[in-house]
Structures are given as C-alpha cells and as structure tokens.
C-alpha cells in the first residue's frame, strides 16, 4: 500500500509520496529569483542605452531587458524543472524549492503552493515548461541580440516569441480553470499573487509585444509596397 506524506499542496488528498519538506523559507526563495530577474532587466536595459541608445525609446529598451529575462528564467527554472520533474518532491535546493514558502515554522517548497501540478508531473505542464525552456528560453536570447543590433529580423523573432509565451499561458490558464481551479492554494499570496499575477505578467507583456511586432512589419511592408 503507498503511504502520502503530509504536505501543504492543493488538493489536500494529493498523493506524494516521498515528499521532502523545503529547507529555504519561502521569501528568500522568492527574493532570490526576484533579485536575479531584476539584475537582468537592468543589464538589458542599460545595454540598450549604451549600443543605439540615441535612436531606442525607453519601451524598446524595456523590451530588451524583458527579453534577456526571458532567456534566463525560461532557460535556468524551466529548463530545470523539465530535467527535473520527476524528482522534485523529494529534491531540495533553491532551483527546486523556487520551482515549489514556509508558513511559520512548517516548510514548504515555493510555486507548487500556487499550482499543485509542478509537483505531480502532470502531462500538460510538463509539456508546456519543455517548450518553453528548450524553444523560448534559447528564441528570448536571440530576440535579445537581434534588438540589440538592429537586426532585420528582430520584429520576427519577438512576433515569434511573444505568440508562443502567449499561447502557453493561455492553455495553463484554461486548463486549470477546467480543472475548477483546484491545484491552488486559494488564500490570495498564492492565488492572485503567484497564480495569477505572476503568471499575468506573461499574458499583457507578450500581447504588448505582439501589437509593437506588428506595427513595425506593417510599417516595413508598407514602405516595400
């Protein structure tokens, strides 16, 4: 008979067996990745004032760090959880522990408390994160240096870019929600903190993005028509 250790995931009936409680507490987990995305938006954007800076407004060079961002945390967090998603309820470190915070003394590891499915290696989820590490995480770093150099294929490859980060989270959206929204803990840091808004985030950038893309190749054709 399999024996379920006690966890703090969502639906409390969620068999893990194996389960190993987080070491890190939640907030530094989350300060760390914070710190590291930060760090890289800052460098994209002062590479963007230093190579082409007179010609480059403030949202482009915006879009430079977002899209340096992109590559680091599709291909470091993704790309480890897609290596590693069998392991992870019974991984510890802060790769693992970001990729599922501590409620007073009782660990626990951080995003999964926002969507249980991280830690049970469901199919979609496992699918969605692969594409996104080995396809949008190298893609994001490319966009990068396109924008960066003025490539001619820079409004391409963030079209490109931007339309699959979309799609994705918009098949995670609606496939929890056809789940009835059952893998989140519901208090709000999880749910509209985590859950929503930073997931949110990769829904108005992309779609931002996309309008920019489109302007720019419409503008392109028009002047080649």
């Known amino acids: 008979m399999t024996t379920t250790a006690e966890h703090p995931y969502w639906p409390r009936s969620l068999p893990?067996?194996?389960y190993v409680a987080a070491k890190l507490p939640g907030w530094q987990c989350a300060g760390l990745v914070g710190a590291a995305a930060a760090a890289l938006l800052a460098v994209g954007w002062l590479l963007g004032g230093?190579?082409?800076?007179?010609?480059?407004?403030?949202?482009?060079?915006?879009?430079?760090?977002?899209?340096?961002?992109?590559a680091g945390i599709h291909g470091v967090l993704e790309g480890f959880f897609s290596l590693r998603h069998r392991d992870l309820p019974r991984a510890t470190g802060l790769l693992a522990e970001v990729c599922?915070?501590?409620?007073?003394a009782k660990q626990r590891k951080e995003y999964a408390k926002a969507d249980s499915r991280y830690m049970t290696s469901d199919d979609f989820t496992v699918a969605m994160e692969t594409v996104t590490a080995w396809a949008w995480g190298p893609?994001?770093?490319?966009?990068?240096?396109?924008?960066?150099?003025?490539?001619?294929?820079r409004y391409i490859l963030q079209l490109l870019v931007s339309l699959g980060q979309?799609?994705?989270?918009?098949?995670?959206?609606?496939?929890?929600?056809?789940?009835?929204?059952?893998?989140?803990?519901?208090?709000?840091?999880?749910?509209?903190?985590?859950?929503?808004?930073?997931?949110?985030?990769?829904?108005?950038?992309?779609?931002?993005?996309?309008?920019?893309?489109?302007?720019?190749?419409?503008?392109?054709?028009r002047t080649h028509d």
């Open 16 to 18: 893990l067996p194996g």
């Open 139 to 153: 893609l994001s770093f490319l966009t990068f240096l396109a924008l960066l150099r003025h490539h001619p294929a």
């Open 166 to 221: 979309l799609y994705g989270d918009v098949l995670y959206f609606a496939t929890e929600a056809l789940a009835g929204w059952s893998h989140s803990d519901p208090r709000p840091l999880y749910f509209w903190g985590y859950f929503v808004g930073l997931n949110g985030v990769w829904v108005l950038v992309p779609c931002a993005l996309l309008a920019d893309s489109c302007r720019h190749l419409a503008a392109a054709q």
């Open 100 to 104: 599922e915070p501590r409620d007073g």
């Open 50 to 70: 230093a190579k082409g800076g007179a010609s480059r407004s403030h949202a482009h060079r915006l879009a430079l760090g977002w899209f340096l961002m992109c």
